[in-house]
């Protein structure tokens, strides 16, 4: 049994418990290939949180920081997660995301790129990295919403994790590449994931 899936089996079902998370759409997560997995970002505990709910490990970019926080940055690594340098253009790590998606692992990106606590994401500006990677990884992307009262985490509150169906590659109408395309994929993908918001208010 890998170490992960150890960790998998010992912390799951408390941190479900701790935020009573609730999964919605876990047949829409690819089981097979390789995917990103992008999501709204309302807090730090935001990787536990899906880590918990999904049935497939998620790897992580992380920003270098989290890594020096006590107990957070080792429970985070030992969940797959790795480091990107947010001051700069850090070439490995994008590097390091792609290779890793073309083996086959699930990549998780939030393109709000930092934690927006209390704000709707439908009102939050999305950096474009996830459409630069899914260009050239030439992958297919998973929405992913993660809903709480007031868009905050709290102990004990209901959390729920709504998974929404793949967006093909061919849909993300990439042709050339180029910042203009990275752009107008990352919009139309947290579209998708804002829309799981809707979606649920309305089923």
Do not use: W
């Amino acid at each position: 049994m890998s170490f992960y899936q150890n960790i998998y089996n010992l912390l799951a079902r408390p941190l479900r418990a701790l935020f009573r998370v609730q999964v919605t759409g876990t047949k829409n997560l690819p089981q097979d290939r390789g995917c990103i997995l992008c999501a709204n970002h309302t807090s730090l505990l935001d990787v536990l949180i899906i880590s918990a709910g999904l049935n497939r490990q998620v790897r992580y970019m992380a920003k270098k920081e989290l890594f020096k926080i006590p107990v957070l940055g080792s429970l985070i690594a030992a969940l797959g997660a790795y480091s990107i340098d947010r001051g700069g253009a850090d070439v490995a790590s994008i590097r390091k995301t792609i290779r890793l998606l073309e083996e086959g692992q699930l990549i998780g990106i939030f393109p709000q790129g930092t934690r927006q606590p209390g704000v709707d994401p439908k009102t939050t500006a999305v950096k474009h990295g996830v459409g630069m990677i899914a260009y050239h990884a030439k992958c297919d992307v998973v929405p992913v919403y993660i809903k709480t009262k007031k868009n905050k985490a709290r102990f004990f509150h209901k959390t729920h994790l709504l998974v929404g169906s793949p967006i093909p590659y061919a849909d993300l109408s990439f042709e050339k590449g180029g910042m203009q395309e990275y752009k107008a994929a990352t919009e139309k993908i947290f579209a998708a994931v804002c829309a799981l918001d809707t979606e649920a208010a309305e089923s």
